[in-house]
C-alpha cells in the first residue's frame, strides 16, 4: 500500500468539487469559516472554480470536474485534497480521469458520502491510500468536535488511536451562521451484533459508502478482487456508510456482494449509524444486517461513529486496521503497512 506524505502547518490544501457545489447560504457560510479555521490552523487553501456552484446536483460538466481534480494533483504546491461536498453524481467523472496524473502525484484525498466513488477506486485500483472523513465544509463549525481535530491530527501523520463519543446527534444540524457545532443529543452505543463481550479485529480495511460502493460493483471501475487477493494474507475489514438504502435495499446489496465473493478473506464487518431507517416490510437495520451476513460467521459491528450521522471517525483506506468494541464503546486504529 501507497501512503502519501502527511501535511505540515504552512502546507497548501487543494479544494474541488468533483460531486455536487456549495451554493446553499448557510453552507457557503461554512464554507468561508473552514477556510479561516484551517488558516488559523497554518494551512493556507485554494478552492477550484467550480466549488460555489451547483446545476441540478453537479458543481459543473463531468469532464470539468475531473479536469478541475486534476489540476490540484499536478499542482506540486497542493499537498492534500479535501472534497468540498458530497452529493449524488460523482461516478460520473470516474471515465474522465487520467489515473496516472494521480499516481505520479501522490498526495491524500479525503471525503465521504459520495466521494467514496474517488476513494474506493483510488485505492483498489491504485493501491493508494486515501482518507474517509469530513467534507472540507464540515471544518467551518466552531469550536472544532473532536473529531475534527482527531482528522486534522491523522492529515498531519500522527495516527492516533480514536475512541468511540459520548453523544452523536440524531437529526442533522440546520446551517444559519454557519459556524453551528453538533446538536449532540443521543448516547453513542456501538453493538456487537452476535452480543459478543468483546470484538478485536485487526486488518486491511476499505469499504465506504453503501449506496456508492453498490453502483461501483460490477462496473470496469471495479477493482474488488484484485484488492483482495494482493491482500488476502492480511485478511479484510470491511466497513459501510449507509445513506438511503432502505432494509430491503441494504440486503439486496449484501446479498450481491456475498454472491461476488467480496467477503472471501472477510475478518470482520463494521457499520456506521444508518442515516435512513425505512422498511416496507418492518424490517430493522439491525435485521437486514444479520440476516444478510450472520452466515460469514465473522464478528460485526453496528451504530459505530463514522458516516452520514455525526460526529464521525477518520478512517484510511487500504491501511491495516484494529477495531475494538466492547459494553457499547468501542475504538479504532491504524499501521500504514
Request: charged share 25%; aromatic share 12%.
Amino acid at each position: 500500500m501507497i501512503y502519501p506524505k502527511f501535511i505540515s502547518k504552512g502546507d497548501l490544501i487543494g479544494v474541488p468539487a468533483p460531486s455536487d457545489g456549495v451554493t446553499d447560504i448557510g453552507k457557503v457560510k461554512r464554507l468561508e469559516y473552514a477556510l479561516k479555521n484551517l488558516a488559523d490552523k497554518g494551512y493556507k487553501v485554494v478552492e477550484t472554480k467550480s466549488v460555489r456552484k451547483s446545476i441540478k446536483g453537479r458543481s459543473t460538466e463531468s469532464i470539468e470536474q475531473a479536469k478541475e481534480l486534476e489540476s490540484l494533483y499536478l499542482d506540486k504546491d497542493i499537498k492534500a485534497i479535501i472534497c468540498a461536498a458530497g452529493g449524488d453524481f460523482l461516478i460520473e467523472i470516474l471515465p474522465y480521469i487520467n489515473y496516472d496524473i494521480i499516481k505520479d502525484n501522490l498526495k491524500w484525498l479525503q471525503g465521504y458520502s459520495d466521494p467514496t466513488g474517488l476513494l474506493y477506486t483510488i485505492t483498489t485500483r491504485l493501491d493508494i491510500a486515501t482518507i474517509y472523513g469530513s467534507n472540507f465544509c464540515e471544518f467551518g463549525m466552531n469550536p472544532w468536535h473532536k473529531s475534527l481535530l482527531d482528522n486534522l491530527k491523522i492529515l498531519e501523520g500522527n495516527i492516533i488511536e480514536q475512541v468511540s463519543f459520548d453523544k452523536y446527534e440524531s437529526s442533522h444540524t440546520k446551517y444559519i451562521n454557519g459556524d453551528e457545532t453538533y446538536t449532540l443529543d443521543k448516547k453513542v452505543l456501538w453493538e456487537n451484533l452476535n452480543n459478543e463481550k468483546e470484538i478485536n479485529i485487526t486488518g486491511r480495511i476499505i469499504g465506504g459508502c453503501i449506496d456508492i460502493l453498490s453502483e461501483i460493483f460490477g462496473t470496469k471501475f471495479d477493482y474488488t478482487k484484485e484488492f483482495l487477493e494482493k491482500y488476502k494474507e492480511d485478511g479484510i475489514i470491511w466497513y459501510f456508510d449507509n445513506c438511503e438504502f432502505s432494509s430491503e435495499g441494504l440486503i439486496r446489496i449484501l446479498w450481491k456482494m456475498k454472491n461476488m465473493d467480496y467477503f472471501k478473506y472477510c475478518k470482520g464487518i463494521i457499520f456506521g449509524r444508518s442515516a435512513t431507517e425505512t422498511s416496507y416490510y418492518d424490517i430493522s437495520f439491525k435485521e437486514a444486517v444479520k440476516h444478510s451476513l450472520e452466515e460469514l460467521n465473522v464478528p460485526i459491528i453496528i451504530n459505530a461513529d463514522f458516516g452520514h450521522v455525526a460526529p464521525r471517525m477518520t478512517i484510511i483506506n487500504g491501511s491495516i486496521a484494529n477495531i475494538k468494541s466492547t459494553d457499547g464503546k468501542g475504538s479504532i486504529s491504524f499501521k500504514l503497512e
